[in-house]
């Protein structure tokens, strides 16, 4: 695509957004309908995250600095609403799996149209920064000998001998194999001959054996024929991919490529870009900042006489905390600022006098006219239903999209053909920004004049300004001490790099498995409005759950702006059977976010940090260094042990428990800007106290066994990802039935066992089917469902 193609999507996807924003606009009368509620949530959702994906697409690939600037700010305030829309359905559904089968079929779209795309920006924007991390981590890991992932350093060499030895064996044996085959077709050619000659030789009929061959021929002939016309109408009808489906097209290929060489241009415009901001900057001051700051003095001495000339004494001129002259002059004209003056003036009479009055009449009953108030507010709120909550991000993107309009919108860039920076708009941001530069050293000079005025003018003397001093000293009292309680560092005296360094060392610190979330492979649940309609609960399929996690975990830890703003979530619980990617989630939000992996599990911080002095000292060091590195996510695994009812002996020397108190505490201390999320993952949590362990975990995510639709995507993308080929001889429809109950883990095991190297060289000859699958898993134990249906006690709570 071409930047003027783009463009136009760029374009496109604004409109969209500008029709949307006017729709929540007119949404201000309260509703009383949940159905009509929830539906209109729904529509907006969806619309949002069709615009969240091009605004993503195009932000990723337009190379105009500027546009991308102001697309990256919409971009997260549509990423935002689409978090605080999530919420409101949650709090309305008290659920937080929800289906939009009809809305869907409304709008006729696909459910893979949902699905919630990661900003590619996550990574690239920090790409040096993860390397250089990584590089680090890998450093240290090796020094101290836990480097466990690299298994080509454990392949031990052997002895020139041996090796002389085992090459020898293995050439024997191929000699061998040779001669065999040889012996055996002599073999075959004397039991032939004998056999003729027992026989007694006969003259061949040539018609015969010419009718013989012609009839085998014109049955294979016709057998393959009668295939290939079969594979050709299975095509045609859309059961099966068409030819060369899976191999990557050369348009592909070439798309990658100009993908890449864009990735080059934007790079370099933007460096260009940063160039220019110091380059225009300069050149402005230099030809333009001398007539700014004498019109400035001119406008300020104005308004220094009219104010004199109209009330009789010099104004006070602002201080500079206050923010100087830009504050009575923020784009007004002086004639205006007089007027302000005046009825400034007036107002304060009126005050005045009001203030009169009301002391003068006092009202008696003070108190239960207020309780009254509270009782009606109190009414009208029942009375008047559902309202949309207000919006944090609804500004920002208006804001956007008004600065689309009046610049972008029908800008002639007919001059800019390579998209590079545009130098007036660079001028006129730049202007403002030298004007207030040059305001803060002419308000030092009028100040000094305006008192010299005075002293001449008028002979006042200015007396000093009272101060609070008491007051000031107590609040100042106040605020130390508490600061002092907060900034209580431990660690004052050490680097984060040693800090980092012992972590790693200690194994608190992991190294995240490179996952993507789209790795995590599922189907969707297309019957979950028609079941709720039914009051049926369906189970949420396994991209209910990759869309929760891509909401919950990834997209408020990826953009600092959407974390500080967006519903905080603290901390999240992955619950669900053995098997079924609880981990491989985990470390997936690691990958899509580039955040440090920190490892509190229970066997993991058993033994290490010993005492309580022991566990505040760890608690602080992990939480610094996820704080001064952030994007960090804390893992606890097997959470359920943190907060057992009763410690099995066993396990009572680990001290599963270590954690239970200060949770919460570390939960509190983290604020909006800490991008920190703690994420807990069980298969047992009917083993834990359940009132303290859902006070911990904002969010609770069920992770459910594989559906029959899952099961069946599962063992097709497994199978490929292993070097296996898929083939009409291999059903995957029945080994999807039969593995009913079979989690993730069992499938990946199964097939890794089965597919071997020799296995995968003999697929030409042999294709695989499904009994070889179905001998290998009935040695395994499927997940029941009353197993299932016990995790639901975490609904309840």
Known sequence: MSNAMYNKMWHQTQEALNSLLDKESQLLEPQRNQVFIFQTLATYYIKYVQIFGNLENVYDQIVHPQKRRLIRKILD????????????????????????????????????????????????????????????????????????????????????????????????????????????????????????????????????????IQKVWRGFHQNKKTEREREEEMVFLGMNPPPLFNKVSATIIQAEKVISLRNEVQSRHEEDYKEALITIKDSLKLVEGTDIKENLQDQIRHWFIECR????????????????????????????????????????????????????????????????????????????????????????????NNVYKDLWKNKDESWNFPQDYDPELIKEEKRKELESEIRVQVDELMRQELKNLKLAVNREKELPAKTGKKGGKKKNKGKKGKKGKKDKDLTADRTIESLYKELVEEGLLIQALKVNLSDYIGEYSYLGTTLRQVSIEPMPSLLDVRQLIALYGVLPLGSAAVHEKAPLVKSLLLAGPSGVGKKMLVHAICTETGANLFDLSAANIAGKYPGKNGLQMMLHMVFKVAHQLQPSVVWIGDTEKTFYKKVPSAERMMEPKRLKKQLPKILKLLKPDDRILIVGTTKRPFDAELQSFCRVY??????????????????????????????NALNISCLAKVTDGFTQGHIVQVVKGVLTDRRIRQQIHKPLTAIEFIESITSMSPVYQEEEESFKVLEVQ
């Open 77 to 212: 305030g549509v990423m935002g609403r689409i978090l605080e829309l999530k919420n409101e359905m949650v709090e309305l559904e008290l659920t937080e799996f929800h289906y939009f089968d009809d809305i869907l079929q409304d709008l006729k779209l696909a459910p893979q149209q949902l699905d919630i795309p990661i900003p590619k920006y996550f990574l690239k924007e920090k790409m040096d920064v993860i390397k250089e991390r990584e590089k680090i981590l890998a450093q240290i890991l090796a020094a101290s000998g836990l480097d466990v992932t690299d298994t080509k350093s454990s392949v031990q060499g052997i002895p020139i001998e041996e090796a002389i030895k085992v090459i020898q064996m293995a050439e024997r044996a191929r000699q061998g194999r040779l001669r065999a085959v040889f012996m055996k077709q002599i073999f075959l050619q004397e039991y032939r001959a004998k056999q003729a000659r027992l026989l007694g030789e006969k003259v061949p009929d040539e018609e015969a054996a010419a009718v013989c």
């Open 309 to 400: 000339n109209l009330t009789g004494t010099f104004p006070n001129y602002p201080k500079e905390e206050e923010g100087g002259s830009a504050v009575i002059f923020s784009n007004k004209t002086t004639e205006q600022v007089i007027d302000d003056i005046i009825a400034s003036q007036e107002e304060d009479e009126k005050t005045k006098k009001k203030k009169k009055t009301k002391k003068e009449k006092k009202p008696k009953n003070a108190k239960k006219d207020k309780e009254k108030k509270e009782t009606k507010e109190k009414n009208k709120e029942e009375d008047e239903g559902w309202k949309m909550s207000p919006s944090v991000f609804l500004p920002t993107m208006e804001e956007g």
């Open 698 to 727: 904002q969010k609770i995510i069920l992770i459910p066994r594989p559906d029959y639709a899952s099961r069946y995507v599962l063992w097709k993308e497994i199978i490929q990802r292993n070097g296996g080929v898929v083939t």
